[in-house]
């Protein structure tokens, strides 16, 4: 005997709230308690929306990157919910006091939006296009821009200049192996010469 409409609506929805609570890194059982079913039926609503999202997919994604589009559609979700909240019109409530009593005063202000959801918006957009690698890859050159060098003597060259300058200056390189190679510069090099004595200076 098949389902009625309305059962699987309910299983719909249920799914729904299990897909999103293990996406957010909740476990089965915390899962199962959340919304008052048995684990064996979270297990169930799993293998289920596993099988939705994979048939959902244009491409034949592995399970892991299915699973990271699925986290991403979630966060632009809540962040497109957050931005149209944040453009809801704010209450105020003022209160005074007059006399021995006092007086609630409501003002509405409006808000133009927190432009921080926006940016979660574009890091999710960005994150799923990378995964779905809908951008052109970068691209290093084979040679220096002007293309007279190979590119790997330009950027030891390059790496060069900028160990001289740490050396001169207050300059700060954040790498690691230039660092390591300046180190092992100053160990190489010989000691300095003695201070000439009075005799030698006349």
């Known amino acids: 005997m098949g389902r009625t409409p309305q059962e699987e609506l309910k299983i719909q929805h249920r799914r ?5 609570r293990y996406l957010q890194g909740w476990t089965q059982s915390a899962i199962a308690g959340d919304l008052v079913v048995s684990q064996a039926t979270v297990s169930s609503d799993l293998k289920a929306i596993r099988k939705e999202w994979r048939a959902s997919q244009i491409r034949d994604f592995d399970e892991a990157v299915q699973l990271e589009l699925s986290k991403l559609q ?3 979700r809540e962040a497109w919910s957050g931005w149209q909240r944040s453009q809801e ?8 006091q007059e006399g021995e009593g006092r007086k609630a005063e409501k003002t509405v202000r409006k808000q133009i939006g927190d432009p921080r959801f926006l940016e979660l918006v574009h890091r999710a957009i960005t994150a ?5 690698g809908l951008d052109a890859p970068t691209r290093i050159a084979p040679t220096s821009s002007d293309g007279d060098e190979s590119y790997h003597a ?3 060259q390059e790496l ?3 160990a001289e300058q740490a050396r001169e200056g207050p ?3 954040d790498a690691r192996v230039v660092e ?4 092992r510069q100053d160990d190489d090099s010989p000691p300095p010469p003695p201070p000439l004595s009075e005799t030698e200076l006349s």
């Open 154 to 156: 330009y950027a030891m």
């Open 128 to 132: 799923r296009r990378a995964l779905l």
């Open 171 to 173: 300059t700060v390189i």
């Open 160 to 162: 060069s200049k900028l």
């Open 180 to 183: 390591q190679q300046l180190r």
């Open 89 to 96: 019109p704010a209450e105020i409530t003022r209160v005074t």
């Open 74 to 76: 979630l966060l632009e």
């Open 16 to 20: 729904q709230q299990v897909a999103e």
